[in-house]
């Protein structure tokens, strides 16, 4: 007898293998420490959802065939219970039952009265290292993440804070952008930097580094190479995380802000699907088709294929927007332990009157000005359009002994076109209100890079002393080849009335080729960490990278001057340690440290000499508590940064000799701060993700740096079904709060500030479900219509934040 697949069935497959690592999978004379009776409170779910949370609660190995498994429905589990108990009494009345194996592994099988399935095997669910996707599950957290050590440990596990936008957070606030899910994310600064471009903060520093499904993307940076516009939409992610501190093991050169790891959407084994329609305020209208489902009868080849469109204009005047996205993934088990995928995923944006800097920040007399929040800096001519194509694959094995061999590799094309011309972000005359014009100049940038990277890794359990040990070692290697051209053409040199004018100015037909870049960037780390547990309640992770970094950029411009800038390290080794101690069967107190190195090649001083590389050293303590069975999560972290050559623009405003912004390397900054966080259901039906962050820079003169960072950060994102019979409702809402920032800028030789006061954002939702497969959410964001800004000092300009505005979406699931 065969039982149709389901998306349940295919989150066992994940999550279920967090515990394979665990002793009781290797040795059956370790199984006793794990026999312990564990509290439990789970209510009615999912069969394949409730076995994962007892897998991973308790650490002991399920073995379960998913057709077995598939649209079943666990009975409630309370008590303090050891697993195999637990287990039995989620299996009651399912028709299924509980053995355990000689090896101590507890198997599911059909109860012999139901008749014998002679046709499906116990699948033993071992080291995947996909971990349960956080779609479906209704959660503002998950139990388990890979993003801080490579090995798949939970949330109370990791020793650094990791924060977790789920699936669920971004439908139910309406999230539809990279850029959105990282503005909900505690300790995270999104600032705006144009009509298309962001900047991403954490702990005062930029966030860098971009990880998929955990594989590291290597940016070319610098050279006008507009890598940064080629990650957008979020449609494609089943969760966003970030780690956030410097990452010892995960990136070979990175900034000791953080990475942030976007999480695909996987394949399901039952046929699932979901259209949505979406309007908006600025006349946005969006669509989106989810299908995904078994290829094959057995379930063994799995595939998904989304779809989104979203149209759009602005509260910026002349702006539009068009977003298309295609997404294609298909996942094979070639044998009962090996399983390969392979996916593409296509993003393609036009944009029109886009801005490159945005509204200037000052008269010519110091004074700061203040602009209609619908001023577009830029002419209405002006366009920008990207497109990227990213393919990707992997393919895993699980050994006999449970260690896992994974291979993983990853290709993308970028390309991008966009003609700027605008207000040229000098001073605005205090008399007449005049500006210059894009330095009379109207400029066409043309980018095209490629990406290659593949990473190797085992990971497994050893024995030593007597005890059962974690490990994961690999190597990595990436590179991408970038080349950029700009051409310039005359247009008018001044913009007569800054506050007043058409946006047309005169558009060149003609256009000169002013520079070329090539840059190429390399990168090749060996990595690994072990977890050691000398004792049940005490672990440590030790561990690092060795890495070798080339930089290499040439450079060809007009007059006939050639640059070549280049910058190489080689075994170069970042050292990572870690300690967790559980207090009880509900808290953690960890305590972590790593080095911070950053080559910085892109960063050039006035004279044009290239920065030294960022170095420092990072430590953090702090304490994690987990609830309700992992539905909820809890963190509390102390943080201190100390790094020299720290980049910041130079304050006297002052160009390189190419034409490039220039840096100024600050030595002795230290960052100190403190995070809280809590995330995931505090009640039945009551979900929460709010964090607080205080974060302060400081060189040796005591003088703030990342002064267009806060110190100060608070969000909150929250919502609630209501019961009894308006169960159909779904009421929340987010808040977004900041402290003061500012940028100093020399204006007619005198120094000026530029400030702006703290301020707070609000947002409404509401959801209706009509029955389990068609629901109505309406987003109201900045209720309060705050003016504010969300991103100044680029370029000495500043950049609104949006509006009072609305969106609404029907979603329907079939």
Known sequence: MNFPLSRSAALVAGALSACALTPSAL???????????????????????????????????????????????????????????????????????LVVTPAGVLSVRLQPSAGAVTSLEPVMVTASSIIAPSEGTGSYTVPESNSATRMRLSLRETPQSVTVITRQQMEDQGIVTVAGALEQAPGVVVSRSNSEGYAFYSRGFQLQNFQFDGLPSLSSDGGNVRDNYSISSSVIYDRVEILKGATGLVNGAGYPSGVINLIRKRPTREFQGSVTAGAGSWDQYRGELDLGGSLAENGRIRGRMIAAVDDSASFIDYTKTREDVLYGIV?????????????????????????????????????????????????KWTWRNHETTRYFADVTHTFDNDWQLKLAAGHRNY???????????????AKTHSISHS???????????????????????????????????????????????????????????????????????????????????????LYGATVLHPTDRFALILGGRLTDYRWEQNSVFSSGFRGNYGTEVKNKFIPYAGVTFDVDAHHTVYASYTDVFK?????????????????????????????????????????QLKQDNVAELDPSGAMTPTGGTAYIAVPGVTTKG???????????????????????????????????????????????????????????????????????????????????????????????????DLRVTVNLNNVLDKTYYSGIGNYNSVYYGAPRNVLAQLRYKF
């Open 599 to 639: 080559p910085q090649a892109f960063n050039f001083d006035a004279s044009n000499r290239q920065l030294d590389p960022m170095t420092g050293k990072s430590v953090e303590v702090g304490a994690k508590g987990e609830y309700l069975d992992g539905r909820l999560n809890a963190s509390v972290a102390l943080f």
């Open 439 to 525: 330095l009379g100049q109207a400029s066409l940038f043309d980018t095209d890079s490629r990406e290659n990277s593949v990473d190797v890794q085992a990971s497994g359990m050893y024995s030593l002393l007597g005890r059962r040990h974690d490990l994961v070692f690999g190597y990595n290697a990436a590179r991408t080849h970038s080349t950029s051209r700009r051409d310039d053409g005359l247009s008018d040199t001044i913009v007569k009335d800054a506050f007043n004018w058409n946006n047309n100015s005169f558009k060149p037909t003609v256009y000169k080729r002013l520079l070329d870049h090539d840059i190429e960037v390399s990168q090749k780390i």
């Open 331 to 379: 996942e094979a088990d070639i044998t009962a332990r090996t399983t390969a995928t392979l996916g593409i995923e296509y993003q393609k944006n036009k944009n029109d009157a886009s801005s490159n800097i945005h509204l200037p920040a000052f008269y010519s007399d110091g004074r700061q000005a203040s602009f209609s929040r619908s001023t577009n800096p830029a002419d």
């Open 415 to 429: 390309s991008s076109s966009e003609l700027i011309a605008g207000m040229g972000g000098s001073f605005i005359d």
């Open 27 to 97: 040795a059956q004379d370790t199984a006793p420490t794990h026999q312990a009776a564990q509290s439990y409170d789970l209510p009615a779910a999912p069969l394949a959802d409730t076995l994962s949370r007892i897998s991973l609660h308790s650490g002991r190995t399920i073995s379960a065939n998913a057709e077995l498994v598939a649209g079943r429905q666990a009975a409630p589990v309370r008590g303090a219970l050891s697993a195999e108990a637990a287990a039995r009494q989620a299996l009651a009345g399912t028709g299924l039952e």
């Open 674 to 772: 403190i995070e809280l966080e809590v995330s995931g259901e505090l009640l039945p039906g009551w979900q929460l993700h709010a964090g607080y962050t205080y974060s302060r820079s400081r060189d040796r003169a005591g003088e703030r740096v990342s002064t267009t960072q806060p110190e100060q950060l608070f969000k909150l994102a929250t919502t609630y079904r209501l019961p009894g019979d308006w169960h159909r409702l779904t009421v929340g809402g987010n808040m977004h709060w900041q402290g003061g920032t500012y940028f100093s800028q020399s204006v007619n030789g005198a120094n000026r500030r530029f400030t702006q006061d703290s301020y707070g954002v609000f947002g409404l939702m509401a959801a209706y479900d009509f029955n389990k």
